[in-house]
């Protein structure tokens, strides 16, 4: 059961409106942002009446005060620094400063004078000092995105929307006769994405449900709508565990695409009744779906920043092959040794994707990326060291296994060349998109190549017998170190020759052929997603080998259990009421060590 974040004050008075739940939040579902700077943090949430219909109802109701959560005490009211904010027109026109005394978990702060609603837009948040060495001090509640609902200014310098880190635990404390007119009222909103769904037919995705009234919800009609859909489609949910008063909760649940192509294509969702009643109109629930016919099998990319000379490396390395071994899908691994320190596999690719870390200040190791994305509530490409356990690699390996394939990935050696082919989907075919092609070598050992951080106090006990070096970059067989302009047809079809190399290395055990297709964006490290990614192992008993990814056919969840090669697995399993899949009720031991897709969702036994 995962820690709970509770409410330290709740006066009944006061009615919270929000789109982020304003209550019990769980740990795993926050976000925290900040520039880990000794500087001034600031974050809004607009609430405007020409977006939710909600807000025109309240028209003359009273805004008392703001709540909001925090991941540390910030009690710097007496220096004018923690305040809470309210802007109307622009989040930097504030009208009210309201300075307080935060403490860590949720606070509920009243201004000197209500805000009355009327028709132009209200910004409302809160101002912290953040220090370095302090936890970021504004949070959000990652699995929900609501448009304008995370507006943050870093150092008092620049508001700036974020659309991809969820929205902030802020809000609006109301004057109670204000229940009235958001009763019968909820928001619903897909929460997966960016996934790849069929044009015009039924997917699986995550549905996140805020009610915003004080009677608990068993049940609502959502009508959903996709851009190029006549009219919206009409799903009665019956929800397993009631909604509580202005509480919230995830679901995993059939929704309907339409059918337009694109990567960003419209989809929204709205509450048109509830419990079996009409609802009041609230705001309509909007996320950017990939919507393509081409939908491809994903094999993760893992590149690790690593280098002799990193005191740390071993032991992300460790766990990190802890959880390969556990793993029972396709993967790619790659290790980079820069980023810190050059050293004897240093090669000009490991060079060129620093630009990875967004400026030299940032580079360390050990660090490491799965498809060069981002993940949901994260605010970088590259993530650090984990626990000392193989468990939250594993868990970003399937997160990572689940993003959507945007291209297919065939690798060959012949005698004389090496030969990548496959298609990109048809929607990205006229975009500028990369291929690298690497050879790389795996099992060499620490008695010619030593390592620092052997001898760790807190290193496991067998590292120095399992350690080896893996992933080396041997030759790159692109023209440019950071992998050549892919060249497609009408089709998206594509295909590159490379002459083969005989290359030295470095009495490893194994080699490999490894490519991927890719984006490359300097400017913004958000744009270089790995579309998809292949590999061919090289002298093995059986000789060369071709692994390849297929393309994967777009069906209705049928209440099965699949690995993440899309294939069906058998196993005892024990239903739910509502026919789907509880992966703690199952019967563990007819399920062996693996990552499993479970009614759309990803669980690791």
């Known amino acids: 059961m995962s820690k709970r974040l509770f409410l330290i004050c709740s006066l009944p008075a006061q009615i919270p409106y929000g789109y982020a739940p304003s209550g019990d939040v769980g740990t795993e579902e926050l976000s925290a942002l900040g520039g880990n700077k000794n500087e001034f943090v600031q974050g809004m949430v607009r609430f405007d009446p020409a977006a939710d219909p909600a807000l025109v109802r309240m028209k003359g109701r009273n805004i008392l005060g703001v709540r909001c959560y925090l991941r540390a005490d910030y009690k710097q009211a007496r220096q004018k620094r923690s305040a809470i904010l309210a802007s109307t027109g622009t989040p930097g026109n504030l009208v009210r400063t309201t300075y307080a005394d935060f403490t860590e978990g949720w606070n509920d702060v009243l201004f000197d004078e209500p805000l009355s609603i009327g028709d132009e837009a209200i910004y409302l948040g809160l101002q912290a000092y953040e220090t370095i060495g302090t936890p970021y001090p504004l949070v959000a509640y990652a699995p929900a995105t609501v448009p304008q609902s995370c507006i943050v200014n870093l150092a008092k310098s620049k508001w700036e929307e974020f659309t991809d880190r969820g929205t902030l635990l802020v809000a609006a404390l109301l004057e109670e006769g204000a229940a009235a007119d958001f009763a019968s009222t909820a928001y619903a909103q897909n929460t997966t994405h960016p996934q790849t769904v069929a044009p015009d037919a039924d997917f699986t995705g995550g549905l996140y449900i805020h009610n915003f009234s004080a009677e608990p919800i068993r049940n609502l009609e959502l009508a959903m709508q996709g851009e190029g859909a006549a009219e919206p489609t009409l799903r009665t949910i019956e929800l397993e565990e009631p909604i509580g008063p202005y509480g919230s909760t995830v679901i995993t649940t059939l929704l309907r695409a339409g059918s337009e192509e694109g990567t960003a294509v419209n989809w929204s969702a709205m509450v048109t009744a509830v419990n079996g009643q009409p609802s009041q109109t609230g705001r309509p629930g909007t996320t950017p779906l990939y919507v393509t016919f081409d939908n491809f099998l994903r094999t993760p990319l893992i590149e690790e920043f690593t280098s002799q000379r990193c005191i740390a490396c071993p032991q992300m390395a460790y766990f990190l092959e802890k959880a390969f071994e556990e793993y029972e899908g396709n993967f790619v691994y790659v290790s980079h040794h820069t980023g810190f320190a050059e050293d004897a596999f240093t090669t000009q690719p490991d060079r060129e994707i620093v630009y990875i870390f967004g400026g030299y200040e940032n580079e360390y190791n050990p660090a490491i ?101 893996n992933g080396i970059i041997l030759h790159y067989f692109t023209a440019d170190a950071i992998g050549d302009l892919l060249t497609v047809d009408e089709a998206g079809r594509y295909n590159v020759t490379f002459p083969w190399v005989e290359k030295d290395g470095f009495g490893g055990t194994r080699r490999r052929l490894v490519a991927f297709i890719h984006r490359v964006n300097k400017s913004d490290l958000r744009q270089n997603a790995v579309l998809n990614a292949a590999q061919i192992i090289l002298g093995t008993a059986d000789g060369i080998q071709e692994v390849k990814n297929e393309r994967m056919k777009s069906e209705k969840w049928d209440g099965a259990v699949y690995d993440l090669s899309g294939r069906k697995v058998n196993g005892q399993r024990t239903a739910r009421p509502s026919g789907t899949l509880d992966p703690s009720r199952m019967d563990k031991g007819q399920w062996t060590k693996g990552v499993y897709i479970v009614n759309g969702k990803k669980f690791i036994k």
């Open 369 to 469: 990326m799965y498809n060069r994305a981002v993940f949901e509530g994260e605010n970088t490409v590259i993530q650090g060291i984990r626990e000392m356990s193989p468990t939250p690699y594993l868990e970003a390996l399937a997160t990572a296994a689940a993003m959507p394939a945007m291209a297919e990935v065939n690798i060959r050696q012949g005698e004389t060349e090496v030969t990548v082919s496959g298609r990109v989907a048809r929607d990205l075919a006229s975009q500028p998109l990369y291929l690298s092609c690497y050879l790389v070598e795996d099992g060499i050992t620490t008695q010619n190549y030593p390592q620092k951080g052997m001898d760790d106090d807190d290193a496991p006990a067998d590292l120095k017998d399992v350690f080896r070096h």
